[in-house]
């Protein structure tokens, strides 16, 4: 055996690259033409391959440096060659190089050159990732070992995010994708025509200047929350309007009565209460499906969620216990909760234990909306704002002014059936028009 140096061959008309991957550690055994390292200009990336068989006996560059040809990658105990031609060293021609280095900008109308991968990828029996998109493939932004290491995982690397400068997909960015599609639901029996198609990579620059702020924390893990619930339970949403014009008059009238107890009586310690009352006329609301989906989990107790608009995004802070409480206590639990959320102090046992959520955008606006259930609860009532309407009055057959309030119920569809969705509002809606009912 004896050593040699490996330097940088050359590469073309770039004065200098940057390392961003080296792909061989020292005691590595190497045969000829693996990759070593990558290279990227600000167009292209490309590895650049052994010159011979051996063992890397030690580097002399890590991932940031800059280099050009004959710049010294590390060294090499070369091999004896046994086979004739086998590992005869040579730096490849300029012709060769041309075809090895993949262009990473988004020029369709530039023909690709023939991609070495086609052949195995059609060797690769089922993309991760739905189709294969071949073209969008090609203009994914990764190195030629990262995209021989999604081929051998069949992942489409269009579907990929990059996490390196300039969104360059990186083998854990692949990594973490597999592992996430293996975590979806599976979509097998859908049948290929309703499997969604991928989203479209656009890039909006063409189009007008742009800013990319990272979502926050909470959006994202509500975000996958609310796209799961969606997906999985079939929702109808039932609207109805309450009559609350005697209800407000009420509300207001104990306003002081609360103050005292240092609450803000709100309209919507009305409509836990009214819900819970609700709850327990159909106790089908306050359940949950077994995670097999063969039993319905009917439950005894009453804490209601209530959607809390904060600036980092929508929490769900929970009042426990209703049963056991008035509406003011329930208003000071609300004010408690409210607050905490808008300043991140909520710990993690007050937004769980719900069984039923209210979203209420009535302080805000808006005449109706239709929530997404809050899984594993079983329905969700939208709140939107009250606003006095002509109500037709049989008894005085006249048109009288009543303060309505627009409801909007979201239910499960595998647990609650379109005749009950319609029980459970009109309920609501007879226990909000009579504060007395609802007190008792
Ligand atoms: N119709 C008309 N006015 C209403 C109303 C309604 N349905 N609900 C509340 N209001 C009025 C109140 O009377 C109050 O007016 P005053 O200041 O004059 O008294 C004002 O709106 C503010 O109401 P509030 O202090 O009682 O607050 P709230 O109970 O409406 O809301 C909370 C509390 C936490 C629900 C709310 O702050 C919030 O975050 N809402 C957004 C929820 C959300 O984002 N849902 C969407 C989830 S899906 O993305």
């Known amino acids: 055996m004896s050593s040699e140096q490996i330097l ?4 073309g008309d770039f004065d200098s690259v940057d390392v961003i991957e080296v792909l061989v550690n020292i005691g590595d055994s190497i045969e000829y033409d ?112 990262v995209r021989k290491f999604a081929r051998n995982l069949g992942v489409n690397l269009s579907f990929v ?69 969606w997906v999985t339970a079939p929702h109808v949403t039932q609207f109805d309007d309450a009559d609350i014009t005697d209800l407000e008059i009420f509300r207001k009238s104990m306003q002081k009565e609360a103050e005292k107890r240092g609450a803000k009586l709100t309209l919507l310690a009305f409509l836990i209460k009214a819900s819970v009352n609700a709850l327990k006329a159909y106790p089908m609301f306050n359940s949950s499906l077994s995670p097999d989906g063969d039993n319905l989990i009917l439950k005894s107790y009453y804490n209601v969620g209530f959607a809390c608009d904060t600036p980092d995004g929508l929490v769900v802070p929970v009042v426990k216990d209703i049963q056991k409480k008035d509406v003011i ?26 069984c039923f959520t209210i979203s209420s955008l009535g302080g805000i606006g808006g005449t109706k909306f239709t929530p997404i259930i809050n899984c594993p609860e079983v329905a969700i009532l939208g709140v939107s704002r009250a606003s006095m309407q002509p109500v037709y009055n049989k008894s005085s057959e006249d048109f009288e002014a009543r303060l309505m309030l627009p409801l909007s119920l979201s239910y499960d569809h595998r647990v609650v059936d379109g005749a009950d969705g319609a029980r459970f509002t009109s309920h609501l809606c007879m226990m909000l028009s009579d504060v007395r009912r609802l007190l008792l």
């Not at 909470?218 to 609310?226: E, P, T």
């Open 8 to 11: 940088i061959p050359d590469i």
């Open 34 to 145: 693996m990759p070593l390292i990558t290279v990227e200009s600000d167009k292209a990336s490309m590895d650049i391959p052994a010159p011979k068989d051996g063992i890397i006996k030690d580097i002399k560059i890590k991932v940031g440096d800059k280099v050009k040809e004959g710049s010294l990658i590390g060294t090499l105990e070369v091999k004896e060659v046994k086979e004739e031609g086998k590992s005869e060293a040579k730096a490849p021609a300029k012709n060769e190089k041309k075809e090895d280095i993949e262009k990473v900008t988004h020029t369709p109308t530039r023909p690709a050159p023939e991609p070495p991968e086609k052949k195995a990828a059609k060797e690769t029996p089922i993309p991760i990732g739905e189709s294969v998109h071949t073209d969008e493939n090609k203009t994914a932004h990764a190195s030629p070992s």
């Open 161 to 229: 995010k990059g996490s390196a400068s300039k969104n360059r997909i990186l083998i854990e960015d692949v990594e973490s994708f597999v592992k996430g599609e293996l975590t979806k639901p599976r979509t097998e029996n859908m049948g290929a025509s309703f499997a969604p198609i991928p989203m479209p990579n656009i890039d909006f620059t063409e189009f007008g200047k742009v800013e990319t702020k990272p979502l926050s924390k909470i959006k994202k893990l509500s975000g996958a929350n609310l796209h799961r619930n």
């Open 329 to 354: 206590d329930i208003a000071e639990d609300l004010g408690n909760l409210s607050e905490k959320a808008r300043a991140r102090k909520l710990k993690m046992n007050e937004m769980q234990g719900g």
